[in-house]
């Protein structure tokens, strides 16, 4: 009787849709559409139905506020106001980021340019030191879709090898989507030696992991730039700060001088490794060697692992949720990205092709890729149902998508209250607008699924 249950019910959840929403990255830009997008699929009854949210660079940002709350869905409206409260707020002081950048410069084996990133840089943004880790989150998101966050391994993007560039991290494992190497998450940046972990280190927490996430930038010099300048700042509010009681302790740290030169020489690391010169600074290392043969073998031979943001590759995480195991069969993705609004689109179905993977074609009239429509449905046999969503489109923008563009930068100073609450707006009318298409794909999906 038992056996004869338990076939039934695996046929029953072979009958279930696995549904994903993707977001793009695309830095504070991508975090308030993602949320914008959200709230109107939670007033559409529709954000009930996604099982997985992934995404890559700014949209972790708007995840990782969100994955802060146990069971977020159910009370979304207070976490949007929540959060607009906090981005139109006050910036972290330089006294806590100067406590947070010696906290990581000296719990940690390899202190890189992401730790300076997450400091002084990404704290700009979401306007917090989130100090939370994925792992403590692990039983208290029942009601939530499952969290999936994207990076890509630099060797392999180098290599060119697309199969194996791409790393999730999720709540319970940390590993590659399409070959299938994982630790637990607990344990990603710890060394180990075949199976057995050999050298703990902290958990990431989560904004080192937004920093990873999120550590894209255009050139080299602009990087410099930008860095220089934050590094500068931070230094000249560090002196006074360095003599307050209430940092007797840090006394002890290397001088002022000392650590602005440090910073700099990280910074000019990360400026050859854009000349192709040396290894990353933008880098969370998994020292690993494992001694399993479904492991490849390229894998085995390094004794370091460095990973960094997956838009410089692909700036939409399709190939987290492109895992075999997952079975999805509607993907719905959010494209805050800048540019061309389907090149994130376009990209996956050509790597797909290239790797073997059932996936849509795509095909976009020449038009659309200056005036963009607001929702684009692709199908493939055997393929995932993929829903591709522009941000700004001639449907919520009309004649003004370069305004919007030129107003909404990806990396210019934080946004005002009254910018998010313009840009949330248009994000949501991609769902509002479109809530009916969204229903008959998704029940489309369903009565496939059954009669299949």
């Known amino acids: 009787m038992t056996l004869i249950l338990s076939l039934k019910l695996c046929v029953f959840q072979d009958k279930v849709p696995h549904f994903a929403l993707l977001g793009s990255g695309g830095g504070q830009r ?72 010696k906290k990581y410069y000296y719990e940690k084996d390899i202190f890189s340019l992401t730790d300076v990133w997450a400091v002084l840089v990404v704290t700009e943004y979401v306007k917090e030191i989130d100090e939370n880790t994925l792992t403590e989150k692990q039983n208290q998101h029942s009601e939530d879709p499952f969290p999936i966050y994207t990076v890509i391994d630099k060797q392999y993007k180098q290599s060119k090898d697309e199969k194996d560039s791409w790393f999730e991290i999720s709540p319970h494992e940390a590993g590659y989507s399409l070959t299938g190497a994982f630790v637990g998450t607990s344990s990603f940046g710890s060394q180990f030696d075949k199976g057995s972990k050999k050298k703990p280190q902290p958990e990431t927490d989560m904004l080192y992991l937004q920093a990873l996430c999120g550590s894209a930038l255009a050139d080299g010099e602009e990087i410099k730039k930008f860095l220089w300048q934050k590094i500068k700042d931070f230094f000249k509010h560090l002196f006074p700060i360095m003599q ?119 095909n976009i009239p020449s038009e659309d890729v200056e005036k963009p429509k607001d929702f684009y449905v692709f199908k493939g046999k055997n393929a995932p149902t993929v829903i591709h969503i522009p941000l700004f489109n001639v449907v919520n923008c009309g004649d003004n998508i370069e305004a919007w563009w030129n107003n909404y930068g990806t990396f210019q100073d934080s946004y005002s209250a009254e910018m998010i609450t313009d840009l949330m707006d248009v994000a949501g009318k991609n769902i509002s607008n479109n809530r009916e298409k969204l229903k008959e794909q998704i029940q489309a999906v369903i009565e496939q699924k059954l009669h299949k």
Not at 33 to 44: H, R, T
Not at 69 to 96: F, Y
């Open 30 to 101: 991508a975090m308030v559409g993602l949320l914008g997008s959200l709230v109107q699929l939670d007033k559409a009854g529709l954000l009930d139905c996604i099982l997985y949210l992934s995404g890559v660079s700014g949209s972790t940002w708007c995840m990782a506020s969100l994955y802060q709350e146990p069971d977020w869905s159910t009370k979304l409206e207070t976490m949007k106001n929540k959060i607009i409260k906090r981005l139109s707020g006050p910036k972290v002081s330089w006294g806590d980021a100067f406590a947070k950048l």
């Open 244 to 362: 307050s009681e209430m940092f007797d302790e840090m006394r002890k740290a290397p001088p002022a001088e000392k650590g602005y030169q440090v910073l700099m020489d990280l910074v000019d690391m990360n400026l050859a490794v854009l000349n192709g010169k040396e290894p990353s600074a933008f880098e969370q290392s998994i020292r690993t060697t494992l001694n399993d043969e479904t492991v490849p073998h390229t894998l085995l031979k390094s004794e370091k692992r460095d990973y960094e943001d997956a838009g410089l590759l692909l700036n939409s995480p399709y190939f987290s949720m492109l895992r075999e195991e997952r079975n999805i069969d509607l993907i719905i993705s959010l494209d805050f990205s800048e540019g061309d609004p389907f090149m994130t689109v376009r990209e996956a179905a050509d790597m797909c092709k290239k790797l073997k993977i059932p996936f849509p074609e795509v």
